[in-house]
Nanobody
Framework: QVHLMESGGGSVQAGGSLRLSCAASASISNINGMGWYRQAPGKQRELVASQTISSGGSTNYADSVKGRFTISRNNAKNTVYLQMNSLKPEDTAVYYC????????WGQGTQVTVSS
C-alpha cells in the first residue's frame, strides 16, 4: 500500500510562488495517473492538476489554475510536484496528492495560504 506525504505549503502574498512535493512510500512508476487535489474551507475537494503516463505524460488542469500551476513527477524519487506561480487568495486550501483512480489513503495534506 502506497502512502503519500505532502509538503512545501506555506503562507505567501498574492503573486508569489510555492512548490509542493508529494513523497510516496513505494514506487509510483506503475501508477498511470497522479493528481493534485485541494480543499478549501467549506468546499468539496477538487482535482486541480493531473498527469498520466499512458498519454505520454500529458497533463490536465482545472480552468482556475491553468497557466499558473505545473504538475510533474520523478518516478526515480517516487515524488510528484506541483509548481504554483502567480498565486491568488482563492488558491488558499489544503493540497493533497493521490492517484486518479483507486485512491490510496489520503495524506495529511499541506496548507497553502495566499494573502492579498
Amino acid at each position: 500500500q502506497v502512502h503519500l506525504m505532502e509538503s512545501g505549503g506555506g503562507s505567501v502574498q498574492a503573486g508569489g510562488s510555492l512548490r509542493l512535493s508529494c513523497a510516496a512510500s513505494a514506487s509510483i512508476s506503475n501508477i498511470n495517473g497522479m493528481g493534485w487535489y485541494r480543499q478549501a474551507p467549506g468546499k468539496q475537494r477538487e482535482l486541480v492538476a493531473s498527469q498520466t503516463i499512458s498519454s505520454g505524460g500529458s497533463t490536465n488542469y482545472a480552468d482556475s489554475v491553468k497557466g499558473r500551476f505545473t504538475i510533474s513527477r520523478n518516478n526515480a524519487k517516487n515524488t510528484v510536484y506541483l509548481q504554483m506561480n502567480s498565486l491568488k487568495p482563492e488558491d488558499t486550501a489544503v493540497y493533497y496528492c493521490n492517484t486518479l483512480q483507486n485512491f490510496r489513503p489520503w495524506g495529511q495534506g499541506t496548507q497553502v495560504t495566499v494573502s492579498s
